[in-house]
């Protein structure tokens, strides 16, 4: 029997990091100890106070039934209040949704908007999910929008052709390159939203992992965001919960109830223990700074930042101190991939920036989600080839 993809699964790029997955394969089965610095997943824990919520929401039985699709009401409640006391942003619970990830939400939005042949701007390079796993699987085109060092890696949209755009993505604290925006440049994002018509799906998943007193701020603080945007966040990265899959859509009442009728007819909202854990935890904030666990966390994560790339930047590559995420974007004076595989032979795992896009290839992108020992030994191992 045979079995065709979708014309849609065709047309989805080729997966550039089989081919580095297969490298590390071989140097595993040769007994050589991989330092991953490529993947963006905390390997710090979440903090102790949810541990034993989770524990004990999850021991109450009615936890354990459906909750409704859009989430459960003290979930949106406890969003709304984050919103006020995190960026003074005032919501009603119709702008406010459960989400199973902000990927899945990011994912979902361009299933309730996106006609077959519309055009959604997407940033270059990016997190890949706004091309491929939203625009691409319904049939959209993904336009890349240049994210360049020589404009801050901030778009340019006098560039821009604006026919047929329906939609755009846009992400600070931004993965892959770290860069952080203040409201000034939201206000110029949404006013470019405005002007064009263009939906506008804010990705704001890193938030919170900020240093050198930097916060991040929400699109929706922007005077007249509410008419065109949807922000998306999750308790991922804020509170080291990337496996328990709990994140919100916030923003536009219409564009909201798009996201919810595409979502009822595909899940059911995300457990509602979880739910449940997830109010303690944006509970814990009582103003606009990160609450002790969040300093502490965001502590450890710019001290390894520090190490990475002061290191970096005696050997001499080009790369700054991010206010935001954990990530170090380096500019690795050649090809990207070749770079990464140079960086294999020592056993150091590194994401190539062309996997980001076209306009990430010449760099590389290094997270600091490993402890400061295995960073300062994967420093060592790359001073050793360079
Ligand atoms: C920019 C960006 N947005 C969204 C996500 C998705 O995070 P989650 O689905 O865990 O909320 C990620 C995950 O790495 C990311 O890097």
Redesign the pocket.
Known sequence: MTFEYANRIKQLPPYLFAEIEKIQGIKKAQGIDLISLSI?DPDLPPPQFITDALAKEAADQKNHKYSFSQGEPDFRMAVTDWYKTRFGVDLQSDQTMALL????G?ANITRAFINPGDKVLCPDPA?P?YANGGTILCDGVAIPLPLLEENNYCPDFKAVDTRRIKMMFI?YP??PTSTTVNLEVLKEIVAFAKKNNIILCY?N??SEITYDGYRAPSILEVEGALDVAVE?N?L??TFNM?GD?I?FAVGNKTLIAGLSKVKSQIDSGPPVYTQKVAVEALSSYTGCDPPEFLRQNNQILQQRRDLLVDTLSKLGFGCEKPKATFYVWVKCGGKSFEFVTKLLEVGVVVTPGSGFGRCGEGYVRIAFTQPKERIREACERIASIF
């Open positions: 963006g990830g902000s990927k899945e990011i997190y999910v992400n931004n993965n990705d998943a890193y998306f999750s991922s990265k990337t899959r994140g």
